[in-house]
């Protein structure tokens, strides 16, 4: 069955940054477009960045724009996100999620992650 695991959360300082990775198993990796989402205690989930199957091009939300970086390894089946210049506001759980399209609409998104989790200290 598809399996997409996050890993690389925890606690930062404001001003800090974190490498989020997402490892996939059971699905043809690179015929997917890869997202990532986070979710933040009493709110919606939110889209943060979208990278297509080939990797050539990424997307992000206007609130990461320059901070975040989505990249992939197909041969690795493996997704990450760079995240630089941390803010409180950026504390979430982060979801990893894979789509046949290449899009921001987590209801298009097919497999999801568990998620992991990131605090960001004032």
């Known amino acids: 069955q598809v399996q997409l695991v996050e890993s690389g959360g925890g606690l930062v300082q404001g001003g800090g940054s974190l490498r989020l990775s997402c490892a996939a198993s059971g699905l043809s990796f690179s015929n997917y477009a890869m997202g990532w989402f986070r979710q933040a205690p009493g709110k919606e989930r939110e889209f943060v960045a979208a990278?297509?199957?080939?990797?050539?091009?990424?997307t992000y939300a206007d609130v990461v724009k320059g901070r975040f970086t989505v990249s992939r390894d197909n041969g690795k089946n493996t997704v990450y996100l760079q995240m630089n210049s941390l803010k409180p506001e950026d504390t979430a759980d982060y979801y990893c999620a894979a789509s046949n399209l290449y899009v921001q609409r987590a209801a298009q998104y097919a497999y999801w992650g568990q998620g992991t989790q990131v605090t960001v200290s004032s």
């Open positions: 990278i297509r199957r080939s990797g050539d091009i990424a």
